[in-house]
């Protein structure tokens, strides 16, 4: 199975930017939604961000709306999540996957199981601290 590589996390203070990329090697994403998870320590794994297909239509939890961006570059097949205005509570471990179903307009419940996406990251660290 390809794999997605995340990368672009680290330890920033609150009120501080980041910008996680997703990106593989040996496989075009065009054909794909793309999502970006997250899971914090001791939570269940929730839905942080989505784009379609083709479209570029986007999708945000109400938790980053505005403070978060996703995007993509199909010519590079990467999708990017930049994170501005960091809270401490935008502490996990981010994770990204592409899937080539169409995900519910309720960013709440989507499916978080790596196994229903057909590409998976192996996750990586983001720390909000002062």
């Known amino acids: 199975q390809f794999k997605l590589v995340e990368s672009g996390g680290g330890l920033v203070r609150p009120g501080g930017s980041l910008r996680l990329s997703c990106t593989t090697s040996g496989l075009i994403l065009v054909d794909y939604n793309l999502f970006w998870f997250r899971q914090a320590p001791g939570k269940e794994r929730e839905g942080v961000s989505y784009?379609?297909?083709?479209?570029?239509?986007?999708n945000y939890a109400d938790s980053v709306k505005g403070r978060f961006t996703i995007s993509r570059d199909d010519v590079k097949s990467t999708v990017y999540l930049q994170m501005s205005s960091l809270k401490p509570e935008d502490t996990a471990v981010y994770y990204c996957?592409?899937?080539?179903?169409?995900?519910?307009?309720?960013?709440?419940?989507?499916?978080?199981?790596?196994?229903?996406?057909?590409?998976w990251g192996q996750g990586i660290q983001v720390a909000v601290s002062a």
């Open positions: 996957g592409a899937a080539d179903w169409t995900p519910d307009p309720n960013i709440e419940t989507l499916v978080s199981s790596e196994g229903r996406y057909r590409f």
């Open positions: 784009i379609m297909r083709y479209s570029s239509r986007t």
